[in-house]
């Protein structure tokens, strides 16, 4: 890497969130569901000699994550939790691992200031390909739509003093430590940090940070793989919707591990909180049925699921995106190609996206370039909250259908790449608020 003395941040990587199949092992956690509520469960638990870590459901109280006692198999241990009085179902909780690689665009070295709806933000941001290649600026323009509604992210968390977004972040939660706001900032020693100056340094997969030569070896530790991601993904959203809210929901670590019971956790959480779309740009590799709950209960209260189908570059069912309650989407490059690390396929894949060096807000109010289907994946939840600045009676039907009026290139590619202007054309007519 090279020696710098201070630095702004450019982040370039392939980034995305994989569930893997392994059960956590070390810990024997199980996330279970039990018709007869805690108490129920607690009685049952004595028995079997469990623990009751948390609920996960919030204030439904049918959803727990208990942990296994030690001296039994963990498999052992499902078949006699499931014979028990009032337990629906159990199942391990997962464990998560995350990639990346990739440069920079020259995109990101225009930092010619350009004012996007009250906020001064950098050129490079606003006017990248992307934008131009979903037509995003006719959609807005055309008929006068910038986004409304809550679109939760479930991330990394996120910079919540970034110029870019302050405006429109509401309070979130963080889930890794359990308590309010959502931020990432505390996952990392901001005192080995000086980000101030202008200047942009070339980041990759062994380099994980600039500022001095201290901060940079910092951040290039594994503890900081994920580092900015949840950041990174609110500032696409943003650039699509920028008047639409924004919650950061933290259930995901700076190293990018995590667990689906955090993940449940989450969506219960923004079910109960007012949201309107829940962008999740991360993927499992087998299938959940708490996940799949979860995903239909926030259907049942009008929430527009969208999911990121994975980087592994194989046709191949991931979740929640291969979910029939969730809108699954697939990275394109800037000519219209299916990305070559992306995932193909219908399921999981109802749309894909640009997710090649996308322009985004990075932590300490700078700038960084992302790839991947995470990238993809909130330029299509951005376009869900354009659909409900026409109306709010948007579904997730009436949204998979909007957005199903896209630019035809691969079978591959389910209805074909994401065109915004298309899709708010769709609903525009279907709800005749225009």
């Known amino acids: 890497m090279r020696h710098c003395k201070v630095f702004s941040l450019l982040l370039s ?42 609920g996960i459901d919030g204030t439904l109280g049918q959803v727990f994550l208990i942990t296994a006692p030690l001296n039994i198999p963990l498999t052992t241990f499902l078949t006699q939790l499931v014979s028990q009085l009032g337990i629906v179902d159990a199942e391990p909780d997962l464990v998560l691992h995350v990639m990346q690689s990739q440069t920079a665009p020259s995109g990101l070295f225009d930092r010619s200031p350009v004012n996007y709806y009250g906020t001064s933000v950098w050129g490079g941001y606003v006017n990248q390909p992307a934008a131009q290649i979903i037509n995003l600026q006719s959609a807005q323009n055309s008929f006068s739509v910038s986004g409304a509604g809550i679109v939760v992210d479930i991330d990394t968390g996120v910079d919540p003093t970034h110029p870019v977004l302050q405006a429109v972040l509401l309070p ?26 202008g200047n942009v340094a070339r980041i990759n997969q062994s380099t994980m940070a600039v500022v001095d030569q201290q901060g940079a070896s910092a951040l290039s530790q594994s503890q900081y793989a994920a580092f900015g991601h949840g950041t990174m993904v609110c500032g696409v959203i943003h650039l699509v919707a920028p008047t639409a809210q924004i919650m950061p929901l933290k259930a995901f670590h700076a190293d990018g591990t995590g667990s689906l ?75 219209d ?50 659909l409900r600045s026409l109306s709010g009676n948007v579904s997730q039907q009436s949204a998979a259908q909007a957005l199903s009026h896209a630019v035809f290139i691969s079978p591959a590619l389910g209805n074909g790449r994401l065109d915004v202007h298309q899709a708010v054309a769709s609903w525009c007519q279907v709800s005749q608020q225009c």
Not at 179 to 197: C, K, L, R, W, Y
Not at 298 to 310: C, D, F, L, T
Request: hydrophobic share 40%; charged share 10%.
């Open 13 to 54: 990587f392939f980034l995305f969130f994989v569930i893997s199949s392994a059960p956590a092992a070390a810990q024997s956690r199980v996330i279970v569901r039990d018709s007869l509520g805690q108490g129920a469960l607690r009685a049952t638990c004595l028995l079997l000699n469990c623990s009751i870590v948390e």
């Open 172 to 197: 979130g939660y963080d889930f890794t430590r359990n308590h309010p706001g959502g931020s990432e900032m505390g996952d990392i020693d901001q005192s080995t940090m000086a980000v101030v100056d």
């Open 261 to 335: 019971s955090d993940v449940l956790r989450a969506i219960y959480y923004a079910t109960q909180h007012g949201a309107n779309v829940l962008n999740m740009s991360f993927d499992f590799t087998t299938n959940s049925r708490e996940l799949g709950k979860a995903v239909n209960q926030a259907a049942s209260k009008g929430i527009i699921s969208v999911a990121s189908v994975g980087n592994d570059g194989q046709q191949v069912v991931v979740y929640p995106a291969g979910l029939s309650n969730v809108i699954g989407v697939a990275s394109t490059s800037n000519s």
């Open 337 to 386: 190609t299916l990305s070559s690390f992306s995932n193909f396929g219908q399921p999981p894949v109802w749309v894909g996206a640009p997710g090649e060096g996308i322009i985004t807000a990075y932590p300490f109010g700078t700038y960084a370039a992302g790839w991947g289907t995470s990238f993809s994946t909130p330029l299509v939840s951005g376009t869900v909250a354009l």
